[in-house]
Each structure stands twice: as structure tokens, then as C-alpha cells.
């Protein structure tokens, strides 16, 4: 801006974050992402890694929260992404601190490779208010064929809402998700096999 002599984004920077958007198909994942909201009464977010952060891509909440990026060691999301990073990726020690939101975040790195350890033997991530109390997420990851995470997907809600008692059917609802995802994100070679009978 001339007249104040500094920058501002402008509409060129909103063109192409849309046509990133579609470019990665992350329009397709929002039906998707609204109706496992809908099923839950849960937020329903995708996100993929940005360096240190899970960057959230699409959601399927009333108001999702296109573009906030969350620390990766704190949040259900960041550590789907860390427990089946990607080569070169980088993992718990290519983190700068771990700073505490709560008094739950795992701030340790030895703690979170063995929370890491404990996600991938699960196949899923929690967090119990590790980012903001009053809040629990589970999350699941968005395969590839070479078994990295492509994408992370979460359901986020109140304790009330992701109980314990819910808590495998929320996981097979989220699970059924992400392979629907797979299919529409990533293309026939970047895929996993089939589900068998």
C-alpha cells in the first residue's frame, strides 16, 4: 500500500489458495467431512502437516477453522501426522519446545515418542485437553500405500459428547471416513489396496 507503506494480501493471494484447493481435490472432502460431523455432533477437521504444525485444510463443522495451524505435539491431528510422518518429515526431536497449553500437554520428548509408540500401536490419537481444557479429540490417519499419513483426520467435541462408551463407535465412523478420503484425495497410485472381504 503506497499510502502506508505497507503490504496487505491481496485478492491474488485468495485466488490461489482456492485454486490449491481444488487442485488437491480438498472441495471433495467436505461432504465427507460435513456428514461425519453430522453423525458425531462432533467437529469434523482434516488437516495435513506444515512444518511444526497441523494445518487445518477442510472441515466439516458449521464454522470450520480453514487454515488455523495447531502445534503438532499437542493435538490429536499433530500427532497422527507424527506418528506415520512421511520420509523426511522430520519427528518428535525435529521439533522446536514443546510449550504447555495445559497442564496435560506432553512437553517431553521421551514422552511423546512413547505417546507416539502408544498411537501407532492403537491405530488412533486422543487428546484430553492437552490444547485447551474442556476439549477431546480423536483422530485417525489419512493412509497413502506406503502406510505414511497423508492427511489426519479428527473428531473434536467436549468430554461429554467423546466418552468413553463412544469412543470405539467415533473411531469406526472417523475410520470409515478416511478411507472414503483416500479415495478422493489421493490418485489410484498413491492409494492402499482394497479393504479385503
Do not use: M
Not at 485466488?15 to 472441495?27: F, I, K, M, N, V
Not at 467436505?30 to 460431523?37: G, M, N, S, T, V
Not at 497413502?144 to 463412544?166: K, M, N, Q, S, Y
Not at 490418485?187 to 479393504?195: I, L, N
Amino acid at each position: 500500500d503506497p499510502r502506508t507503506s505497507r503490504y496487505r494480501l491481496g485478492p491474488s493471494v485468495t485466488e490461489r489458495a482456492w485454486l490449491s484447493y481444488h487442485q488437491r481435490g480438498l472441495h471433495l472432502a467436505a461432504p465427507e467431512l460435513a456428514d461425519l460431523a453430522e453423525r458425531t455432533g462432533a467437529t469434523a477437521d482434516l488437516a495435513l502437516r506444515g512444518g511444526p504444525h497441523a494445518v487445518i485444510v477442510a472441515g466439516g463443522s458449521v464454522t470450520p477453522k480453514v487454515g488455523l495451524r495447531r502445534p503438532l505435539h499437542s493435538t490429536a491431528l499433530g500427532k497422527v501426522l507424527l506418528a506415520w510422518a512421511r520420509p523426511g518429515e522430520g519427528g518428535p526431536g525435529s521439533l522446536p519446545p514443546l510449550p504447555a497449553f495445559t497442564d496435560r500437554t506432553i512437553v517431553d520428548p521421551v514422552a511423546l515418542e512413547r505417546e507416539l509408540a502408544r498411537v501407532r500401536a492403537d491405530a488412533y490419537a486422543l487428546n484430553d485437553g492437552e490444547s485447551a481444557l474442556g476439549v477431546r479429540t480423536l483422530a485417525v490417519p489419512v493412509l497413502d500405500g506406503a502406510g505414511h499419513a497423508r492427511f489426519a483426520l479428527a473428531v473434536r467435541a467436549t468430554p461429554e459428547v467423546i466418552t468413553a462408551e463412544r469412543t470405539e463407535w467415533l473411531l469406526a465412523e472417523a475410520r470409515s471416513c478416511a478411507r472414503a478420503l483416500e479415495v478422493l484425495l489421493l490418485s489410484p497410485a498413491e492409494r492402499r489396496p482394497p479393504a479385503g472381504p
